[in-house]
């Protein structure tokens, strides 16, 4: 699974400094979407997550299997656990 998300994240990077792929929102987006409460539209799609999306329809069924569990992973890593500890930070700050 390291091989896999390492290469298809240097596919990734390879393809943004190429200019053939953009990524499609800045720093304010994100900003906004936070203090809005609304990290679904960016954060959680697919097409903008802030980890590479190893997932798409050209990976054979085994490897696309690989991505959506690394993408589970990242996902639960990344963005709940994080949560919680913050959760955990703030209540004990009040």
Do not use: W
Not at 3 to 23: H, K, P
């Amino acid at each position: 699974q390291v091989v896999f998300a390492l290469n298809q994240t240097l596919l990734q990077q390879e393809s943004l400094r190429a200019g053939s792929f953009q990524i499609p929102y800045t720093t304010e987006d994100l900003i906004k979407h936070y203090n809005c409460g609304d990290l679904s539209s960016i954060i959680f799609n697919h097409d903008t997550s802030q980890v590479p999306n190893f997932i798409n329809a050209t990976l054979p069924a085994h490897e696309r299997i690989t991505a959506q569990e690394i993408d589970s992973y990242f996902r639960q890593e990344l963005i709940y656990k994080r949560n919680e500890r913050m959760g955990r930070r703030v209540k004990d700050l009040l």
